[in-house]
């Protein structure tokens, strides 16, 4: 039995679990959108908000606190000056998770931990769809669902280039009456053709 014994230790001694965590925090804060078992998000959760909530004061004593959890400059200085002022008006559940299903080797559930005000970017700067596939779509890879859209185009692609019975059969005639006149043209030019040879001779 479990009495008394707060939060999950995810089989690990502490130096690995923080470490875990650290390295969690850093893929948050940099995507803002991670795939992790639910036991880690969970854990996970708690640890992302407090981070966020020393940000928004932005004193010198909570970035040394947040230094000890996010040891990468580039993204403690993006949690300063990007993530924590979106967040300036809520005092806590800056996160959420949901549950995307059963992992293939393990049969670990999953689960995404995000922003609550993440959007997923579905097209690049230029306007065109980007290549790099989304951490949603590589987590429904996993379970042995189609990207979006994938099999989607192909078929919009292949039903316009089809055509459909109605078309083929209004199209048949034409054809034909095409076929009929260019034989008929043919033989007419070779016989002209012949004659004035013959009235040469």
Known sequence: MRHRVHGRKLGRTTAHRKAL?????IAL?????IVTTVAKAKE???????MVTLAASGSLPARRRVA???PDKAVAKRLFDEIAPRFAG?????TRIVRVG??????ATLAVIEFVDYVPHTKGESGQESSKTSLM???RGMFGAKKNGEKAGETAEAAETAATPLEEEAA????????EAAADEQPAGQSEESGEAEKND
Not at 44 to 50: D, F, G, K
Not at 102 to 107: A, N, Y
Not at 172 to 179: D, K, R, S, T, Y
Request: glycine share 10%.
């Open 21 to 25: 965590f650290r390295n969690q925090l």
């Open 29 to 33: 804060f940099t995507h803002e959108r």
């Open 44 to 50: 996970l959760r708690p640890v992302a908000e407090r």
């Open 68 to 70: 000890t959890m996010v």
């Open 90 to 94: 809520r005092s806590g559940g800056y």
């Open 102 to 107: 059963p992992r293939r080797g393990d049969g």
């Open 137 to 139: 779509d590589r987590a």
């Open 172 to 179: 048949a005639p034409e054809a034909e009456a095409q076929a």
